[in-house]
């Protein structure tokens, strides 16, 4: 299983981006794939995920109605539109990987992961 995210940038606050993590290496219809981040100083933090093959969803409670997590339609790769960014939300944004249906929260449930892309929101 590999993970590769793209999509990182620099932004102006209120403005948008979208992420996305490229999956490769097998069948992943029994995988949920997640969004983190971490900022500088900061611990990981979980921020979204879904179940490879759609249906439930989690946010994260400060990314809530600004960000969407979606499995695109004939693409291999979990996307993350972020809207009304803040700078609150600057961070390295990685994407990781779980077996199972189950969508979890705590990083250590994630087994696979991909580089980071880095997010920057100006004041």
């Known amino acids: 299983v590999q993970l590769q995210a793209s999509g990182g940038g620099l932004v102006q606050t209120g403005g948008s981006l979208r992420l996305s993590c490229a999956a490769s290496?097998?069948?992943?219809?029994?995988?949920?794939v997640g969004w983190f981040r971490q900022a500088p100083g900061k611990a990981r933090e979980f921020v979204a995920a879904?179940?490879?093959?759609?249906?439930?969803?989690s946010y994260a409670d400060p990314v809530k109605g600004r960000f969407a997590i979606t499995k695109p339609s004939g693409k291999n790769s979990v996307d993350l539109q972020m809207n009304n960014l803040k700078p609150e939300d600057k961070a390295v944004y990685l994407c990781?990987?779980?077996?199972?249906?189950?969508?979890?929260?705590?990083?250590?449930?994630?087994?696979?992961w991909g580089q980071g892309t880095q997010v920057t929101v100006s004041s």
């Open positions: 990781a990987a779980r077996y199972g249906w189950l969508i979890v929260h705590h990083e250590r449930e994630y087994a696979n």
């Open positions: 879904t179940r490879w093959f759609g249906g439930t969803k």
């Open positions: 290496g097998g069948s992943f219809n029994n995988f949920v």
